[in-house]
C-alpha cells in the first residue's frame, strides 16, 4: 500500500506539469491507463534536440511476464523505424517496473529519454515494452514534433 500511495504522488506531482498525451495503440496486451512526458505542455509535445525528458506511463498486464524491456524509435512519414537509445533498457530491478510483471496489477513505467537530434521534423515516437519472449506488452505512437 505504501509503495501505491508513492506512485500515486509521484503521478500526481508529475501531472500538475505535464498533460496526458493522445496516443495510437499499435499492438498492447495491456491496458494503458495513460502517458505522461514531464515538460509537455501540449500536445503534440515539442521535443527539444539534446533535451531530457522523462515519459511515465500507467498501465495494467493481462499476463505474467518475468523480464521487460523497453524500445524506443521514430517512424518517419514513410512508416521507416529507426530505433533511438533509451537510458535504461531492462526495467526489471530498478524503480521503474515490479517484476514478475503479475495480471492485474496496476504498473506504472518511467523511463528517461533525450530529445533525439534532428532538424525540425514531423514524426511519431513509437515505444514498445516487451517482455524474454519478446511479446509486446504495450506499444504505443505519439505524433510529436522535434527542434
Not at 500526481?12 to 498533460?19: C, F, K, N, P, R
Not at 523497453?70 to 526489471?92: A, F, G, I
Not at 515490479?98 to 530529445?115: D, E, K, M, R
Amino acid at each position: 500500500m505504501k509503495l501505491f500511495s508513492c506512485v500515486y504522488l509521484l503521478i500526481l506531482v508529475t501531472s500538475a506539469a505535464s498533460i496526458m498525451m493522445k496516443y495510437t495503440d499499435c499492438g498492447s496486451t495491456a491496458t494503458i491507463h495513460f502517458i505522461l512526458i514531464e515538460e509537455c505542455h501540449h500536445d503534440p509535445c515539442v521535443l527539444q534536440s539534446g533535451h531530457n525528458y522523462t515519459i511515465l506511463v500507467s498501465f495494467t498486464p493481462r499476463e505474467r511476464h518475468n523480464q521487460v524491456r523497453s524500445l524506443m524509435s521514430l517512424t518517419d512519414p514513410l512508416k521507416t523505424d529507426t530505433p533511438v537509445p533509451v537510458w535504461t533498457n531492462y526495467q526489471c530491478g530498478d524503480l521503474s517496473v515490479l517484476c514478475p510483471v503479475q495480471p492485474g496489477i496496476l504498473q506504472t513505467y518511467s523511463a528517461n529519454f533525450v530529445g533525439p537530434y534532428h532538424s525540425t521534423i514531423n514524426v511519431d515516437l513509437k515505444w514498445e515494452i516487451k517482455d524474454e519472449k519478446d511479446h509486446e506488452i504495450i506499444c504505443f505512437i505519439l505524433a510529436e514534433l522535434i527542434q
